[in-house]
Structures are given as C-alpha cells and as structure tokens.
C-alpha cells in the first residue's frame, strides 16, 4: 500500500471537530428535554404548566421522529441544489435560532418554536455531515474510510457524553435558561469550525434536477433503495426501544435508587445523567468490538450485516426486558438500584455497535455518488419511523378515563415483544435472501 494511500483528508479534522460540538448541542438539550417538560414547563403567566409521563413521551418522540424525518429534505437540497457545504451551513443558523428559543422561553410556544427549528436544523445537516465525511476520500485512499466513520462515530459520542453529564447538572441548579443555552453556544462553535474548513473540503456539486431524477431512476439508485428499504423498516423496532433511553427509562430512572458507591466514594445521578452510561460505553466498545468481539465471532459464524443487524435487535429486546423486570419492583413500591439501568445501558448499547454503526456504512457504500446523502438520509429515517411507533403508542395509551392500555411492565413488555418479532424476520432474510444484494463495505472496497 503506497504513502499516498494513508494520507489523511486535510478537510476531515473539521467535519470531525464541527460533530463534536454540534452532538453536544443536540444530546444536551435532548438529555435534558423529559424532565423539562415534566417539572419546569410554564404557563404564559409564568406559573408551573407541567406535563404528565405519557403526554411528555409522546412529545419527546414527536420531535426525535421529526428531526429524523427531515433529514430527506436536507438531502435532497444537498444534492440537487445547493451541495452539502451550502446546505449544512445555512441549516446551522436554524438550529442556532432553535436553542436560543428554547433558552428565552420556557413556554409551550418556546418550547414548540425551538423544537421545530432544531429539527430543521438538526435534521437537514445529518445526512449531508455523514455524506461529506465520506466525500473527503478517493480511491487511493479510500481503505481510510471505515477507520474514520468510526473516528466520526466517536466524535459524536464524546459530545454526548459530555452533554449528558452537564446538562442536567445545568438544569438542577441554574435552570432552563443556561441549560439550553450551553448547548445552543456550542452549537454557534460548531457552525464556526465547519466555516473554518471551507477551503480544505473537497465538495462534491449539486447535480441538478435532470440528472438527480436520472441517478435516482437508475439501476443502482432503484437497487440501492430496494435493498435498504426491508432492513431499514425493520431497524426501526431497534430505535423505537433505542430513543426511549431519552423518555421512558429517565421516567424510570426518577423512581429508582440513583446512588452510586464505588467503595471509596458515593454520589447520587440525576435521572438524566444515566443516558451518558450511552455514548461512553460507545467509546469503549468501538474498539472492543473491532478487534475482540467481531474477530471471536467470525470463528462461529460469518457475520454478514443482516446478520450483525439480528443480533443487535435481540440484545435490544432483551434489554426492555429488564426495564419490564424494574418496573415490576417499582409497581411493587420497592426502589430498585440504578445498575439495573446501567445493566440496560451496555446491552443496548452492544446492539447499537452492531446494528447503527452497520446500517450507517450500509447506506453510504451502497449509494451513487450523486445520491449520499439521500440514501443516508433513508438509514435515518428508520429512526423516525421508530420514533413514531413509540409516540402513535403512547398517543392512543390513555383512555378518557384516565386509564391506559398498556401500564407499567406491560409497557415494556409489548416493545421488547415487537422487538424480537423483528429480529425474526430479520433472521429468516439472512437465510433466504442472497448476501451479494447486501453488500459489505469491505467487499464494497476491495
């Protein structure tokens, strides 16, 4: 392999750096997002106008399913018209007006005017940031690229974690203003950095209308399409127990035992500071995972995509399970530790490592050059799709009596069951369904 092969892109630091900073600003301001609605939320008049569990959980997917929804329009803005540098930076300033609405008014109107504009924002750069990661790289030095979408998965779990630690300790003590406006300062950081590295990018151009309807109408467009569509809708059941770290299990997290005693010394969480348990434990499995885990399981099986994607899905279920074991206690009046969450955490976040980071590259080899970021932006709409399972479920769950249909464990139990249904199915396509209509980035790349 020759030097050249092994240069680093000069524009990748500030992609790398800009998600950094932007994964703060939207995990911050996410991480804190169920607790705001049900204890600090006010009325015009300035009085407390706090949301139940069920309402807050059926808004807090309202708008992770909207900011993953919207990532089909920044592509195709992206793509045809403006390019993905144009797109992100102008998309930024939404995002930026987002957090700042957010911070200057604790209403439903500021609530309702800063989540609208931080999914637009939000939204509208993902899939061109993941794209132009990959747009960065030629053929000479393009064995580079699965090491740095794990460097780029990396980033965005450093901000998270640090976001997730703070922001409720931000919250506790100095409030909603300043909470949300760290996040949105960090997100005016971001934009800044990736401005910074205007003249290192290599930019693919727009294309166009005419030739995006060609490319898109293509063969490989079509194949790419139909390929990923089966997967990602039955990915969707992954994130529809994935995202409910940020709702349901915070929910949950406030009725449990949040003491931490390491021996020498003991602090007690926030409840929402278990969901940086997350983001770290992506940091210490990337690399377990590459050179442990995946090598070990090569020797028993192959492991194809599909088939990293199953196992993924079955650890998810399993996961809810032991949400569904908790919650049983806690109905019971007990106060179970919080390590039966922490316990949560690192089964979910296994499968993440082997469903996210599988279905992200997926997307990316898979599409013409033309196309990036709208067939990321399909990946990430099995988010959304997710996301509108579990608002649709808790939309419908309270009677007008006030009773619900599913209650407690119950709750639980009925997604890790639609959970492991999808990972059957998965299952029974890996079997059937021939693996070269899925095909690996390494194969991609060889």
Not at 344 to 373: C, D, G, H, R, W
């Amino acid at each position: 392999m020759s030097a050249k092969s092994l240069k680093m892109p000069k524009g990748v630091p500030y992609i790398i750096g800009n998600e950094l900073a932007e994964r703060f600003s939207f995990y911050g301001m996410k991480a804190i997002l169920t607790i705001f609605m049900t204890k600090y939320l006010m009325d015009s008049s300035g009085g407390l106008a706090v949301m139940g569990e069920t309402e807050s959980k059926y808004w807090y997917h309202i708008f992770v399913m909207v900011s993953y929804f919207t990532p089909i329009i920044g592509a195709i803005i992206s793509d045809v018209f403006l390019g993905k540098y144009r797109t992100i930076i102008g998309l930024s300033i939404f995002y930026c007006l987002g957090h700042l609405a957010l911070a200057l008014d604790e209403t439903r109107l500021g609530l309702t005017v800063g989540l609208t504009l931080i999914a637009m924002g939000a939204g509208g750069i993902k899939p061109c940031v993941s794209a132009h990661v990959g747009d960065q790289f030629s053929k000479e030095n393009a064995p580079l690229l699965d090491r740095i979408f794990k460097y780029f998965y990396l980033s965005i779990n450093i901000g998270a974690t640090a976001a997730s630690l703070l922001t409720p300790v931000l919250l506790n003590y100095y409030g909603p203003q300043i909470a949300f406006g760290i996040p949105g300062l960090l997100m005016l950081i971001a934009t800044i950095v990736f401005w910074m590295g205007r003249n290192e990018f290599i930019s693919i151009k727009p294309v166009g209308i005419q030739q995006y309807k060609r490319d898109l109408l293509s063969e490989q467009g079509l194949g790419a399409i139909r390929n990923l569509t089966p997967i990602y809708l039955l990915v969707a059941f992954f994130w529809a127990v994935f995202d409910q770290t940020g709702s349901a299990l915070v929910l949950q997290a406030d009725k449990m035992n949040k003491v931490i005693n390491l021996g020498f010394t003991n602090f007690e969480l926030l409840p929402s500071q278990i969901q940086a348990a997350n983001p770290f434990l992506v940091i210490l499995f990337i690399p377990l995972f590459t050179f442990l885990v995946y090598p070990f399981l090569e020797k028993i099986i192959r492991l194809t995509g599909l088939r990293k994607i199953t196992i993924g899905m079955v650890m998810s279920g399993l996961a809810f399970a032991i949400c569904a074991f908790v919650e049983v206690k806690i109905q019971a009046g007990q106060t179970p530790s919080i390590f039966w969450q922490l316990l949560t955490y690192v089964i979910l976040t296994a499968a993440e490592i082997f469903v996210s980071i599988t279905a992200l590259e997926m997307a990316y080899t898979q599409a013409p050059n033309s196309l990036k970021s709208f067939i990321m932006s399909f990946y990430l709409l099995s988010v959304a799709v997710g996301n509108f399972i579990v608002a649709f479920v808790n939309g419908i769950n309270e009677r007008p009596d006030g009773s619900f249909l599913l209650e407690g464990a119950n709750y639980y139990w009925f997604f890790t069951i639609l959970t492991f249904l999808a990972a059957a199915v998965l299952y029974y396509m890996s079997t059937w369904y021939q693996e070269k209509i899925y095909i690996q980035p390494e194969d991609m790349r060889e």
